[in-house]
């Protein structure tokens, strides 16, 4: 048990479709992030909501659209993807406070955009 | 923003054998440094942690260094097992804005 739950764990999407990834966090933190893995390249921070508030957008395309509606949940909307966005999306939570606090990590959603 | 450079980006070494991991980060505002592990098809686990006002940690095999002037930290990992195979990723924080490392695939050989 992760204690952050991702759905689903394979996506196979095509350019026109809009689909939606999932992720549950019961680990009672306050943060929570979006971060896309791709080979041989650093994790990307896409997107961190801190107390349901978006804090950081890191120029991410506008077909990714993420949505925090409690600080227990987590989604990435998707639409008119391209090829090169197929990767892993891992979600990740953590506990802000005085001090820095490590990033617990989902299973990830392997997606491809054919 | 933060840059996170990781060497090598791949390591092997014979069992038994100790490896050791460097990272080095731009922003002199991080003060937080974890270590990641993942292997194959699994997610990022933590390893071990560092802030900004410790020098050095320890926990059994694992030992992590910090040198704040020169804005570099090593992962030192001794006694290797070919259960420590994975990738390795260093990351550096401020806030809650983490940026890693590009990675390194560690093997052991029995």
């Known amino acids: 048990e992760t204690g952050v739950t991702q759905t689903p764990r394979h996506l196979v999407m095509g350019m026109t479709n809009k689909k939606s990834l999932k992720c549950e966090q019961h680990?009672?933190?306050?943060?929570m992030y979006w971060y896309k893995q791709s080979a041989k390249k650093p994790l990307e921070l896409m997107f961190v909501?801190?107390?349901?508030?978006?804090?950081e957008n890191n120029s991410v395309p506008s077909r990714f659209s993420p949505e925090c509606p409690n600080s227990s949940h987590l989604f990435l909307h998707l639409h008119t993807l391209q090829p090169e966005d197929s990767a892993l999306y891992l979600c990740?939570?953590?506990?802000?406070?005085?001090?820095?606090?490590?990033?617990?990590f989902g299973n990830g959603t392997r997606l491809t955009v054919t | 923003g933060e840059n996170v450079e990781q060497h090598p980006s791949t390591l092997s070494v014979q069992e038994g054998d100790s490896a050791v991991i460097k990272c080095t980060y731009s922003?002199?505002?991080?003060?937080?440094f974890p270590w990641y592990k993942q292997e194959l098809g699994k997610r990022p686990q933590l390893i071990i942690d560092?802030?900004?006002?410790?020098g050095e940690k320890k926990d059994q095999r694992i030992a992590v260094t910090l040198n704040k002037t020169a804005k570099h930290f090593s992962l030192h990992i001794t006694e290797t097992q070919p259960e420590d195979s994975a990738v390795y990723f260093c990351?550096?924080?401020?806030?809650?804005?983490?940026?890693f490392g590009a990675g390194t695939r560690l093997t052991v050989k029995p």
């Open positions: 922003d002199s505002a991080s003060n937080y």
């Open positions: 909501y801190s107390l349901e508030e978006r804090v």
């Open positions: 680990l009672g933190h306050n943060a």
């Open positions: 560092i802030r900004s006002n410790v």
């Open positions: 990351a550096a924080s401020k806030g809650n804005d983490m940026r």
């Open positions: 990740a939570s953590s506990q802000e406070g005085t001090y820095n606090s490590p990033l617990h």
